[in-house]
């Protein structure tokens, strides 16, 4: 297969989205009263709703409604105010009713749109040619992607293949259900086919997620499977419009395998195009571990599954009031609140849009910073960019998970931002400080690292430095401004890196000036 930039000079994926998210913030499940909780010992949280016995009657889950128009105001969705429940009717073992409950044509949410930022690093990677689209002198450029719907849906049970290996159905001997899962409230979202990209199909998705996890309405765990994503991808020759055969990536549960699998797809279609064969609508899976994308079923059409109108819920009505209720409950979200970091805090746009993408970040952020001025806020940024951001990556802990508080995290920023120690040793007392979760001043005191800042110490240094270093001392007079490095490190070596090296700068240029 040739590589996905060379493919890319002639022919331009088209991609789509299907995501699927579990709001699992909610407590009970969809059409039931049920507990909402995967956690539990299985076949625990059921009834005869959620088991599809004979008979039984759903009732749709009023805070699952608000959830879900949550997410279509946060996406820039129509809301529809007249809408119905539709039966998707197939045979599957964790699917007692044999039908999903799910939305028919008008979906809650319709016609929405997200605007992506992508950046123009990597290059290789970003190839979006329609006209309309300005890109930055970086080569980035901003991907507007249509939403065509967000419809609410349930969940099915969670089969357990046991004597298998790692899970897989295949070679197992037996397989469980647990119906705990089962009606758990769930929200699809169908983009148009707008992505060009395996890069943007993963922003959107990390975007999305971001939204989410912001609006409160998931935990949004693709690990666990509470988000996740069918990746849709077809390819036309560049300069045409007619859209092609497109397969489906099927269960996609990391941004990575969303990317991977994508960039496989392309090359693997543009393999079979340019050999004169043709591409079979067909589902297809994504395998990790041999990085290949597999065939699971040639495609079903919407005819197989029989939809019609669910006969036990009536048409759902969504009165303006319930609407605008919902509205005023829209928290900040992660693009406004990139642009208020910028305008308040002045930081960089890249590095507000990291903070402000996940909200507990954010919200740690904020409390680091209440009160404080630009400056200092900009310190704060970087020790939670860099030093937390690392820290919490290397070991695989969440912020609210870390021992480190956000006072802590200000008092750091404030003896950086006072001189007290350097960035070096800044990065020290944080890893000491998120290990032991002491407080910074005195990590600083106890290892003695205070930065001398204080003039009448350093002078006599100063001094001593410049009386040994006269052709240093020559060569700044005649013009060489660089040589003062040298000076200022000469002076931090007789300090034993004690002393301010602002002021080392400041003193020599003072003394030789
Ligand atoms: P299906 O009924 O096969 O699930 P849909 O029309 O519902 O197909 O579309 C599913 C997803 O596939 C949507 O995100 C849509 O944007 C995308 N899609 C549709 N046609 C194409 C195509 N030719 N190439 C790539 N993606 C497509
Ligand atoms: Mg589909
Ligand atoms: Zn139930």
Known sequence: MRELSEVLRDWEPVIGLEVHTELTTLKTKMFCGCRLSHDDEPNTNVCPVCLGMPGALPVPNKAAIQSIVLAGLATNCQIMRHSMFYRKNYFYPDMSKNFQTTQGPVAFCMNGWLDLEVSGAGAAERYRDDEGVSFDADGGYVAHVGIERIHMEEDAAKMVHIGGVDGRIDGAEASLIDYNRAGTPLIELVTK????????????????????????????????????????????????????????????????????????????????????????????????????????????????????????????????????????????????????????????????????????????????????????????????????????NANGLTISQAK??????????????????????????????????????SIVDERGMRQVSDASALEPIVDQVLASCPDQVAQYRDGNRKVIGYLVGQCMKASRGKGNPKLFNQLLAQKMG
């Open 404 to 441: 480190i508080t956000a006072e802590q995290v200000r008092s750091l920023a404030e003896l950086l931002a006072g001189d007290a120690i350097t960035s070096r040793q800044g990065r020290e007392v944080f890893e000491l400080m998120a290990s032991s979760g002491r407080d910074p001043a």
């Open 193 to 392: 086919p707008d992505l060009r990209s395996p890069e943007e199909a993963r922003l959107f998705m990390e975007k999305l997620r971001q939204i989410f996890l912001t609006l409160g309405i998931s935990d949004c765990s693709m690990e666990s499977g509470s988000m996740r994503c069918d990746g849709n991808v077809s390819l036309r020759r560049r300069g045409t419009q007619r859209l092609g055969t497109k397969t489906e990536l099927k269960n996609i549960n990391s941004f990575k395998s969303l990317h991977d699998g994508l960039e496989y797809e392309i090359r693997r279609q543009a393999e079979v195009l340019e050999e004169g064969g043709t591409i079979a609508q067909e589902t297809r899976h994504w395998e990790t571990s041999t990085k290949r994308t597999l065939v699971m079923r040639t495609k079903e059409t919407a005819d197989d599954y029989r939809f019609f109108p669910e006969p036990d819920l009536a048409p759902y009505d969504l009165s303006d009031e319930f609407v605008e209720d919902v509205r005023s409950r829209l928290p900040e979200l992660p693009d406004a609140r990139r642009d208020r970091y910028v305008a308040d805090y002045g930081l960089r746009r890249a590095d507000a849009a990291q903070l402000a993408g996940d909200p507990d970040v954010a919200a740690f952020f904020e409390r680091a910073v209440e009160g404080v001025g630009p400056e200092m806020a900009r310190v704060v940024a970087n020790v939670v960019i860099n030093d937390l951001a690392g820290y919490l």
